[in-house]
């Protein structure tokens, strides 16, 4: 039998660097963000109504969300949502997930510098410090918007800088509350589309994209629109075992006492009156009262769903895809209202809607931050269709029999005019005859001195058309010189006046125009006739369109609508028109605010009077008997 050589091993001493540089090398534990939420995150007790270890199951809806970030296929995740859902806490839970399992370069943006600020100190910081496998990574003699790890840094930039935001590549980008992020101007792009090209070097990077809605055609609700799927939260009715989707529609509440009974049954009512420490059944009940006795019936077997019942179903509920695009799904949309929230009730949601609703200001806060949806104003509400079915049978460059006025409106752009004529009638009924565009203020002085016809072949002229002037002033002064029996300049008002328009004078001592008129017009005030008179049925005083009008022109008289804006910061917010995307053209809409300024100056308001005037009947001469006495003894006296 051979002996077996014996093999002395040597021990060596392992230094601490190594050791370190060993534990380097190890393979990031095999976990999904939602695991390492609960295994690592401690919500702090400044920041967070409940705080502590972060636990899944107190909002179940998150847990899709953040494991979508480790789905290889999908490159953009957006969250459209309501406040109260905890949103925000998806964004700082990827983020620790990325510094602690795949240290990448991170951009956030957050729609101001105090906000990104303020995150920063807040909410950031507070998590890498709670997290002890995070905070040993951190630097903390970082900046305040660019915070460095061993390994990768995080850098917070704001949407109204773009040289922040076109600064390094980066692997993952969060883009927060994007509805407050301005558009895009005239020398850069829109935030979003700058932030996303800082991504491109990465094959595998991720954007996370979320934001409660304001409008249609704002950023995140176009981003939804967008999504190759949208999924939505439904949840198991605890009665008939349906999956439902939590919806406004079916959250009720007594409108009226006599529905009280029907509502909640005899014996029942008069337990939750107890409650209320309300007697005599339910007279005089405040909107209060009333929200407190709200409910949910179930859409599918009609069952009352109490708040208790609702927080059990949600965590039995799941996400479910409502609409698909395409199978090769790169975008997956999220969305959700405040009816899911474990920190909200149901009587809650009725409270706020009764105590908005008849504010507009309030109302659209409900629609945007409770319901999760787009504001829009109805009363002031325009599309392009609308335009379209103000067409009536008259072709373009006929004048309606009913016309007394003709007036025209001139936008100046950089390279082009765009013009508009309309016909005016009794009680403000008007009609586009014709609009186009054009290159030169001279092809506009041919159109305006052209003579148009009415459906019976009479001549008509426009009588005055307003030529803004708030680009190359001093172009259009001359112009307008050298025209002054039927043009005049304009200019629009940077703040709200008493009345539409106002006569002022040119007082350049240079120009030509020197002593003529210029028309100060209220924009907002004349969209706003505009718009309410496109609404009605064509006839009498309606806002018409020629048949066959074309949908640029369409387009571009609805480009804005009429929203909310708080200005600087200050003050209550104020309603104002505003493009319904940063690159809408609106320069027929411009056209036909001065043309119907131009009316108005004309005095297109009192048409009608004309109508009244009758002719005088001669008098004829009475006598009475007195008269004749007195005329017979004009010496009785």
């Known amino acids: 039998m051979q002996n077996l050589r014996q093999i002395r091993m040597r021990k060596y001493v392992c230094k601490q660097y190594q050791k370190a540089a060993i534990k380097y090398l190890d393979p990031p534990e095999d976990m999904k963000v ?27 809806y998150l847990v899709e969300i953040m494991d979508e970030l480790l789905n290889y296929e999908t490159e953009e995740i957006v969250f459209c949502k309501c406040t109260q859902v905890g949103g925000t806490e998806v964004e700082l839970n990827m983020l620790g997930y990325v510094i602690q399992q795949d240290p990448s370069p991170v951009e956030v943006v957050y729609p101001t510098e105090e906000m990104a600020g303020s995150v920063a100190d807040k909410r950031i910081k507070p998590m890498i410090e709670a997290a002890p496998a995070l905070y040993k990574k951190f630097d903390t003699k970082s900046s305040k918007i660019e915070l460095d790890f061993d390994d990768m840094f995080i850098k917070l930039v704001w949407s109204n800088s773009p040289s922040g935001l076109a600064s390094f590549a980066m692997k993952y980008l969060f883009l927060d509350e994007v509805d407050k992020y301005p558009g895009a101007s005239k ?19 991720k954007i996370y994209i979320t934001s409660t809605p ?46 009280l009974v029907e509502a909640y049954g005899e014996d029942a009512i008069k337990e939750k009156l107890e409650k209320l420490e309300l007697v005599d059944e339910a007279e005089g009940l405040s909107n209060a009262d009333r929200a407190e ?34 199978r090769f799904v790169k975008k997956v949309c999220f969305w959700i209202n405040t009816l899911y929230s474990p920190f909200v009730r149901f009587s809650e949601i009725a409270k706020e809607f009764m105590e908005s609703k008849t504010d507009p200001e309030k109302l659209q806060n409900f629609v945007n931050s409770w319901l999760a949806e787009p504001w829009e104003d109805t009363k002031l509400k325009t599309s392009k269709d609308l335009v379209l079915e103000r067409q009536t049978e008259l072709t373009e460059f006929v004048v309606p029999s009913w016309a007394k006025l003709l007036t025209g409106g001139v936008d100046i752009q950089e390279n082009c ?10 009680y403000i009924t008007s009609q586009n005859v014709a609009h186009g565009q054009a290159y030169s203020l001279a092809e506009v002085e041919s159109i305006m001195n052209l003579e148009y016809k009415t459906e019976s072949g009479e001549i008509a002229i ?57 028309v100060i017009v209220d924009g907002g005030k004349y969209k706003d006739m505009i718009a309410s008179r496109m609404h009605r049925k064509n006839g009498r005083s309606s806002w018409m369109v020629y048949k066959g009008c074309d949908e640029e022109y369409a387009a571009q008289v609805t480009a804005e609508h009429k929203i909310f804006i708080k200005r600087n910061g200050n003050g209550r917010p104020k309603m104002e028109w505003m493009p319904k995307s940063s690159h809408a053209d609106n320069h ?10 131009a009316a108005d100056t004309l005095g297109v308001r009192m048409l009608h009077l004309q ?3 009758e002719p005088l009947e001669e008098r004829k001469e009475q006598y009475t008997p007195e008269e004749n006495w007195i005329s017979e003894n004009e010496s009785w006296i």
């Open 187 to 205: 020398k850069e792009a829109d935030p979003i589309s700058l932030a996303k090209e800082r991504t491109k070097t990465f094959r595998n990077s």
């Open 34 to 60: 939602s695991e390492w939420a609960e295994n690592y995150r401690m919500l702090d007790s400044k920041t967070s109504a409940e705080p502590g270890p972060w636990n899944n199951s107190r909002t179940p």
């Open 293 to 326: 006795l709200a409910f949910y019936v179930c859409q599918e077997c009609g069952c009352v769903i109490t708040d208790a019942q609702k927080q059990a179903a949600v965590k039995g509920g799941h996400w479910e895809i409502v609409r698909q695009r395409t």
């Open 417 to 426: 005019v765009y013009w508009t004529i309309r016909a005016w009638g009794d």
């Open 214 to 259: 304001t409008t249609k055609t704002n950023h995140i609700w176009k981003t939804k629109e967008g999504a190759d799927i949208e999924k939505h939260y439904f949840v198991p009715c605890p009665h008939c075992g349906e999956f439902i989707e939590l919806k406004f529609d079916n959250l009720k509440w007594p409108a009226k006492d006599k529905d």
């Open 611 to 613: 109508n009244l005037q």
């Open 588 to 597: 027929f809409l411009d056209c036909e605010v001065y043309a119907m300024a």
């Open 462 to 518: 426009v009588n005055l058309c307003l030529i803004d002037s708030g680009y190359e002033a001093d172009m259009v002064y001359d112009f307008c010189a050298d025209n002054s029996d039927w043009a005049k300049p304009a200019k629009g008002s940077s703040n709200p006046m008493q009345n539409h328009f106002k006569l002022t004078t040119v007082n350049k001592d240079a120009s030509r125009a020197y002593g003529m008129d210029l």
